[in-house]
């Protein structure tokens, strides 16, 4: 019996080479990206998608060229809020100039995401054919010169962990809560991640503040994390609350 | 033993044979489906890559757009469009066909479609 390590042949599929040569796509398309920024909440409907989109727009209102990489393949909602005309080829552009590719461009209007394979063993590999799928995102999209990369990102973690082994380092993260102690338990895990991953927190988004949800999970957030609530918004903000994020 | 050679007989499993240069004796490692969708998840080409990945090529291969069938000589006409715009050209299509309430998209429903939509070249 012999094992792999014996083989004498030269590696002639070179699995190291084209793994090595994936990561240099991805290195050299985003060489003109100065800031990768992923948000995160580990809680769905909190508002990543409204955050980021209307980040964007503000920072490319400002003058920054922005790209935003919608990484929820199985919700795509980035191309309704940044209004991309729908046949665009990637990276579409949207509302104020901002870049942008989504799985939304890929799919036939409301279809959900699926992949060919054999169906009963789905759930083992469809978590890699959607990690192949971000790796082409970051890797096969002529982003061009970037002040900032936006990404946003699914609920759980998964996205995230997939992302830093795809980009080689952890990216910047800024996350976004609601006001209840439900979304910040849930938050709290993502940045507990993203901190064990190295990731700079940029800080923390609290999203529909109001009487509708009660708490104060950005301040709790913040303490625990040593992080800036770096906004407050409201349901319905007017344009300006953007603007005033330091993020710049 | 040897690399000899990578088979994909095309019901989504996968062949390799390795060879001994001395006695040339064969033995072949075969992969069902999952391990073979695990394995093209990653992008790579089992025996080597000879030309450069393309763009897209997971998404643009593996993504199932919803919408109508694609027949088989339609599918192998979509498949010498440029892949950074197969995806794109695919749903153009695909929504085409849904409007019309049409089930299959055959290469004859591409060529009423390209002509309605001005859409040559595609
Ligand atoms: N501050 C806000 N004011 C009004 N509507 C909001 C606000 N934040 C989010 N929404 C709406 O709430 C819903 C959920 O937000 P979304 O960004 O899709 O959440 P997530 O991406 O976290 O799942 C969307 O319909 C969105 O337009
Ligand atoms: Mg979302």
């Keep these: 019996m012999r094992t792999y390590h014996q083989l004498t042949d030269p590696d002639r599929s070179g699995l190291a080479d084209q793994i090595g040569a994936q990561r240099r796509r991805v290195a050299e398309q985003l060489a003109g990206v100065q800031r990768i920024v992923a948000v995160m909440s580990g809680k769905g409907g909190v508002g990543k998608s409204y955050v980021t989109a209307h980040l964007a727009r503000s920072l490319a209102r400002s003058g920054r060229a922005v790209g935003v990489l919608d990484a929820d393949f199985n919700g795509p909602t980035i191309p309704a809020l940044l209004q991309t005309p729908p046949e665009a080829a990637a990276p579409a552009i949207g509302l104020d100039g901002v870049k942008c590719v989504s799985m939304g461009h890929f799919l036939t209007d409301g279809a959900p995401l699926s992949f060919t394979g054999p169906p009963a063993e789905g759930f083992v590999w469809r978590g890699a054919m959607e990690a192949a799928a971000l790796r082409e995102f970051l890797g096969d999209v002529k982003w061009g010169p970037l002040d900032f990369l936006v990404l946003d990102l699914p609920p759980g973690m998964e996205r995230y962990l997939a992302l830093c082994d795809i980009l080689g380092a952890p990216p910047a993260v800024l996350t976004v809560t609601i006001p209840t102690a439900e979304s910040r338990d849930a938050v709290r895990r993502a940045m507990r991640a993203a901190v064990e991953r190295g990731s700079d927190l940029l800080g923390i988004v609290e999203n529909m503040v109001g009487p509708q949800f009660p708490g104060t999970a950005g301040d709790d957030l913040a303490r625990e994390f040593n992080a800036p609530v770096i906004a407050r918004i409201p349901f319905n903000p007017s344009p300006s609350v953007w603007d005033e994020i330091p993020l710049r | ?122």
């Design chain 2, 1 to 122: 033993m040897a690399f000899a050679e990578r088979e994909i007989p095309g019901d989504g499993t996968l062949a390799a044979t390795f060879k001994c240069p001395t006695c040339g004796r064969v033995i072949a490692m075969l992969t069902n489906p999952m391990e073979t969708q695990l394995v093209s998840s990653l992008g790579v080409e089992i025996g080597g890559r000879t030309v450069p990945a393309e763009p897209f090529e997971t998404i643009s291969k593996a993504v199932v757009t919803g919408g109508p069938a694609w027949s088989s000589d339609a599918q192998e006409r979509l498949s010498r469009v440029p892949s950074f715009v197969r995806g794109m050209v695919k749903k153009i299509y695909g929504d085409y066909a849904k409007e019309r309430g049409i089930t299959e998209i055959t290469p004859a429903v591409m060529d009423t479609a390209r002509a309605e939509l001005g859409l040559e070249g595609m």
